[in-house]
């Protein structure tokens, strides 16, 4: 026990220095990808929204506006510039932000909505007991190419799995997954179909 709690000091340490870093050698990035956005797509320039983080509390998860606001499907407001800043993931760079705040760790379970929480069986809802990031375990094998049963049940595998050794290891193959642009959307979807809680044989 005390070695995990070592461990858990350890990867807030990490990722307060990395995500301070991150942000600050991103900061023209950052900038540009702001300008550009309010030029073409007008304000907001960022996407704000409730998601269930460690123990499911709700936070605010803040990204790049990749959308134009309004009716239809994701996919269909997805904009061109929004296209180009998910392929890079840039649009993902303001996170930087929640995991500073502690809302959310470099790596973990990526942050869902809120609506998917009485969906999960015993084993889905384990994603919660670690906080939410902004790489994970299933964003390296697939990302949104991946069903929801393999995904919920990559996110439980790295709950049952979690350290400091694999953390690096999904941060370095998800440098290698963004620069190849691997599995960036599920094909007529902006990332992936809705979880419905129907696609698992698995139950509580």
Not at 4 to 29: C, H, N
Not at 134 to 142: C, D, Y
Request: proline share 7%; hydrophobic share 40%; net charge neutral.
């Amino acid at each position: 026990m005390a070695d995990r709690a070592w461990e858990q000091r350890a990867k807030r340490a990490f990722d307060v220095t990395v995500a301070a870093t991150g942000l600050l050698v991103s900061s023209p990035i950052l900038v540009g990808a702001a300008l550009t956005i309010r030029t073409s797509m007008g304000s907001p320039v960022f996407f704000r929204q409730q998601r269930p983080g460690l123990g499911g509390e709700l936070f605010e998860v803040v990204k790049f506006r990749t959308m134009t606001d309004g009716p239809g499907a994701d996919a269909s407001r997805l904009t061109p510039l929004g296209s180009r800043l998910r392929s890079l993931s840039v649009d993902e760079l303001p996170q930087l932000w929640n995991v500073l705040r502690g809302d959310m760790s470099l790596v973990g379970p990526r942050p869902l909505l809120p609506e998917y929480l009485p969906l999960y069986n015993e084993r889905q809802r384990r994603r919660h007991e670690v906080r939410p990031g902004i790489t994970g375990l299933a964003q390296v094998n697939g990302r949104n190419l991946t069903t929801w049963p393999e995904r919920l049940e990559l996110d439980a595998c790295y709950v049952d799995d979690w350290s400091m050794s694999l953390d690096i290891r999904i941060l370095l193959d998800t440098a290698r997954t963004v620069v190849r642009r691997e599995g960036v959307s599920a094909d007529d979807h902006a990332t992936m179909p809705r979880f419905t809680g129907r696609e698992t044989p698995l139950s509580d």
